[in-house]
């Protein structure tokens, strides 16, 4: 068969004309695949299709970072090669079938499947069913929305309401709400204690539904009608309900009034809250706050505002009220022998005593220690004698027992008139105190009335103005230091091997408070042994910047206080190691009545101290009355004698022969001398003769400061 060649070049046209057509065709089916893959890409939802046996055709880049693979990996495969949980598989599978089965679209509200990082994630799923009319087959569209912060809101927010309801419920408050109408809405915790009847419950029922058949509750129901109808909040409503014990409880509402976005009234939210043991505890607290906590007394605090109204009372009404300060004689007795715990019993004791000799509206406080106070308002003074004289009879009476021992103790009164004369409150208790001392003074177990007039209050109100500028000065460095030269006598050279430090006092009005005026009343009130240590330590730091390294010699006195205070020895040690000072540039002076009143301790003292090196002298020796008989017992260095011999030495034979026996005495025992009071040539001159070493006065050196 020949063939025409034209015909077969038009068939050959035709068929290049068709493969030309269809890879133009495949060119434009792979464009739009791949736009349409494009546009799933974009949409955050998770997109699939799978075919009737659950294999994936299509995915978008969502659903497949879930699964933790690229898209084309997914393309093929079905959930039991993706997953691990076969009852997962199965029910995708079952729920796929029947939307292609009924051919209708189903919502699946909320699944879980599990990430490739093993978390779980919440999706709400829509699944559809299509069919590709080229090969009539049946797919099913997945459409998948990540609820996953959603669901996790939801679950904190359900937890959240369990856990307002478990507090609610168990907690003593009771949380309420009322609507416009000022019904209940919502209630919970415990209702028992608020209405004893748990048959009736007020929701939907009116505000005092709670309160208003109750006989056990004081509730002022008109005051609160009229805070709610005002629909402002409500602060700190408080009523009583008496409890199954028949004891009050005491509650308090606070509520705040809720209105929409316009302003309207929508009711009220707040709390119901039992505030009975709050309040007990406010009230214990006020109570220990004015009471002593032993005796049950008021305290001194309490005391001290009370002193403060009476006065004012006496201002105002010119109506006299009198103070009386009280202080136990022997009490320390008692500590000592028997305990502390049966002295606070003694004071509990002595307490009802005190009481029941005074007024009801009288008050007796405990200011501390064996220390009572009594104020006898509107009393006269006669009257407040009795009271002092019946109270001062009944302690002289009263026998204290413990552990099978017997002890009596008395008491000593101060007192003082409140009157509109009266300056303050600080010197009524001022004048109250030294009048007490003034009867411990006068014998004790008396009591002693302050007047304008009495010398020794006067005397010891001026003490009680130099114990504050004592402790002025200690606190704020106002006590400074004077040195004063110990010249030889022998050698009558200038240069000074020897000097004392001399205390000074700069009170607030920077007037300059001599030794004379202060240490005596520092010794009485017991600051001695602080004012030493100041000196000391002050004194070595001046040693020590002006005479390190030299064989120059400091003195500094010591108190017979701080001779036996226990822990001299270890601060003199401590101060001398940290200044670094040479103790044999040291000397420490004791008078001679401070060291024969306490000899044991004195000498034990000097015997540390002399073994590390430290020199003492013995000062105002010859003002004693056995100096001789205790100088065997006193190894000091140096005897200073006192200056009232001295002084008088040219023109008194007497003075001038007990001077030169002391001086002979000194040299018998080792010792050297030192004469005070020397205040011209006259005096060195004979003392010079006598064979003194060494002589201390204005006539050879006066005072200066140096610090």
Known sequence: MQLNSKKIISIANEELNDDSSYEIQIDSLKKQK??????????????????????????????????????????????????????????????????????????????????????????????????????NELYVLGVSTNITQQRIAKEKLIQSEKRFKDFSETAANI?????????????SGSIKNLIGDLSIY?????????????????????????????????????????????????????????FNNNEKFEGYRGVIRSITEE??????????????A????????????????????????????????????HFKVVNDAAGHSAGDQLLISLCHILEDKVRASDIVARLGGDEFGIILE???????????????????????????????????????????????????????????????????????????DDTAIIERSSEFTYVSAITDALNNDRLFLMKQPIVSVLNNNKEIPHYEVLSRILDVKENIISPNEFIRVAERYGMITGVDRFVIKKAFQYHKQTYAGSE??????????????????????????????????????ITETAAISSITKAVHVIKELKDIGVKFALDDFGSGLSSFGYLKDLPVDYLKI?????????????????????????????????????????????????????????????????T
Not at 38 to 43: A, E, G, R
Not at 175 to 187: A, M, S
């Open 34 to 135: 791949n736009l349409l893959q494009d546009v799933i890409d974009k949409v955050p939802n998770l997109i699939s299709v799978r075919d009737a046996s659950g294999k994936f055709i299509l995915v978008n880049k969502a659903i497949a970072n879930v699964y933790g693979y690229e898209v084309n990996d997914l393309i093929g495969r079905n959930d039991e090669e993706l997953t691990h949980h076969p009852w997962k598989i199965e029910s995708c599978i079952e729920i796929d079938t029947m939307v292609m089965q009924q051919k209708q679209e189903r919502t699946i509200l909320e699944e879980t499947i599990t990430d490739k990082n093993g978390k779980k994630i919440w999706l709400q799923t829509t699944k559809q069913p299509f069919i590709d009319t080229a090969n």
């Open 378 to 452: 509107s009393c006269p003074l006669n009257n407040a004698v009795n009271v002092c004289e019946n109270i001062l009879r009944s302690i002289n009476q009263f026998v204290f027992e413990w552990d099978k021992q017997s002890f009596k103790v008395g008491a000593s009164i101060g007192v003082a008139m409140i009157t509109d004369k009266s300056v303050n409150e600080a010197l009524i208790m001022s004048q109250a105190d030294m009048a007490c001392y003034r009867a411990k003074e006068l014998g004790r177990n008396q009591m002693h009335i302050a007047h304008t």
């Open 294 to 329: 032993l005796t049950g007394l008021a305290n001194r605090n309490e005391f001290d505002k009370q002193l403060k109204r009476v006065l004012k009372k006496a201002k105002d009404t010119e109506e006299d009220s009198v103070l009386c300060y009280l202080d136990l004689d």
């Open 552 to 589: 120059v010699v400091i003195s500094i006195n010591l108190s017979g206080n701080t001779v036996s205070d226990p822990y001299i020895l270890e601060f003199i040690k401590k101060e001398l190691d940290e200044t670094g000072l040479d103790p044999k540039t040291v000397c420490f002076e």
């Open 202 to 258: 007020p929701l939907g029922k009116s505000f005092d539904t709670l309160f208003s058949n109750s006989s056990k509750c004081e509730f002022d129901f008109d005051a609160y009608k009229e805070m709610l109808k005002c629909q402002k909040d409500i602060s700190n409503f408080t009523f009583n309900v008496k409890n199954e014990n028949k004891e009050v409880d005491i509650f308090r509402i606070n509520a705040k009034s809720i």
């Open 175 to 187: 949380f309420w709400e009322l609507d416009k109408d000022l019904n209940y809405t919502y209630i």
């Open 642 to 706: 006192d200056g009232t011999f001295v002084k008088n030495i040219v023109h008194n034979e007497k003075d001038r022969a007990i001077v030169r026996s002391i001086n002979e005495v000194a040299k018998v025992m080792g010792m050297q001398t030192i004469a005070e009071f020397v205040e011209n040539d006259e005096i060195l001159e004979i003392l010079k003769e006598i064979g003194v070493d060494y002589a201390q006065g204005y006539g050879v050196g006066k005072p200066k400061r140096v």
């Open 279 to 292: 309040k007990s505890l406010l009230e214990r607290i006020a109570y220990d706050a004015k009471h002593d």
